[in-house]
T-cell receptor, first 116, second 111 residues
C-alpha cells in the first residue's frame, strides 16, 4: 500500500522553464491538495480538489496550475518557473468531510524544487 | 492573511515533562482542527483532531483542547519523550473544503 506518492523527489529548474509535479494516491480519496513549505511560513495551500474533474484555488495559487483528470492523480504545473517558487512541495489526500467529521489528510514525502 | 497562527516557532522541554503547543485561528467558519507532526525530510503525519462540538479530545499521551470563544486550541503531550521532537503543525478546515495550516512549532524534548 503506497499511500501518497510524489514524483519527482528533487528537481532543479532554470528560470522560465516549465515542469509538472505528479501526485498519485491509492486510497480512493476524494480530496487532494498541493502545499508548499517555506521557512517560517509553514504549509501554504496552493490548489486543492474535492473530486475528479474539480479544482479550486488556495492561498497562493499564482504561477501554478493543476488538473485532476483521474481521481487518483493530482498534477501541479509550473508554466514559467521563478526563483520565488523554490520550495518543498507536498501533496496530500483525504476523504474530506465524511459522516459528520473531517478526516485527516495523508501526505507524500515531498518534492524539493530549486529554481535558479 | 494567515488564518491559522502558531506564534511560538520553537519549544524546548525536559523528557517526562508536559509539552504545550498553542494555535490560534481567525476564521469562525473553521469547525475541524487537526494536529500534524513532521520529521525532517518526511511529509507531515496526522496526530490528533477535534471538531468544534467538543472541547477536548484525548489519544494516549496526546490531548487537544479547543476554546471556541477564544478561537484557540492547544496540544498537550504528557509525558514528553525524545522521540516527540519534531515540528508540529496545527491545521483547520471549514468542514468540507480546504485545510489551512499554521507555520509550525519545533518541539525539542531533551533527555
Amino acid at each position: 500500500n503506497a499511500g501518497v506518492t510524489q514524483t519527482p523527489k528533487f528537481r532543479v529548474l532554470k528560470t522560465g522553464q516549465s515542469m509538472t509535479l505528479l501526485c498519485a494516491q491509492d486510497m480512493n480519496h476524494e480530496y487532494m491538495y498541493w502545499y508548499r513549505q517555506d521557512p517560517g511560513m509553514g504549509l501554504r495551500l496552493i490548489h486543492y480538489s474535492v473530486g475528479e474533474g474539480t479544482t479550486a484555488k488556495g492561498e497562493v495559487p499564482d504561477g501554478y496550475n493543476v488538473s485532476r483528470l483521474k481521481k487518483q492523480n493530482f498534477l501541479l504545473g509550473l508554466e514559467s518557473a521563478a526563483p520565488s517558487q523554490t520550495s518543498v512541495y507536498f501533496c496530500a489526500s483525504s476523504y474530506g468531510a465524511r459522516a459528520g467529521s473531517f478526516t485527516e489528510a495523508f501526505f507524500g514525502q515531498g518534492t524539493r524544487l530549486t529554481v535558479v | 492573511d494567515q488564518q491559522v497562527k502558531q506564534n511560538s516557532p520553537s519549544l524546548s522541554v525536559q523528557e517526562g515533562r508536559i509539552s504545550i503547543l498553542n494555535c490560534d485561528y481567525t476564521n469562525s467558519m473553521f469547525d475541524y482542527f487537526l494536529w500534524y507532526k513532521k520529521y525532517p525530510a518526511e511529509g507531515p503525519t496526522f496526530l490528533i483532531s477535534i471538531s468544534s462540538i467538543k472541547d477536548k479530545n484525548e489519544d494516549g499521551r496526546f490531548t487537544v483542547f479547543l476554546n471556541k470563544s477564544a478561537k484557540h486550541l492547544s496540544l498537550h503531550i504528557v509525558p514528553s519523550q525524545p522521540g516527540d521532537s519534531a515540528v508540529y503543525f496545527c491545521a483547520a478546515s471549514d468542514g468540507g473544503n480546504d485545510m489551512r495550516f499554521g507555520a509550525g512549532t519545533r518541539l525539542t524534548v531533551k533527555p
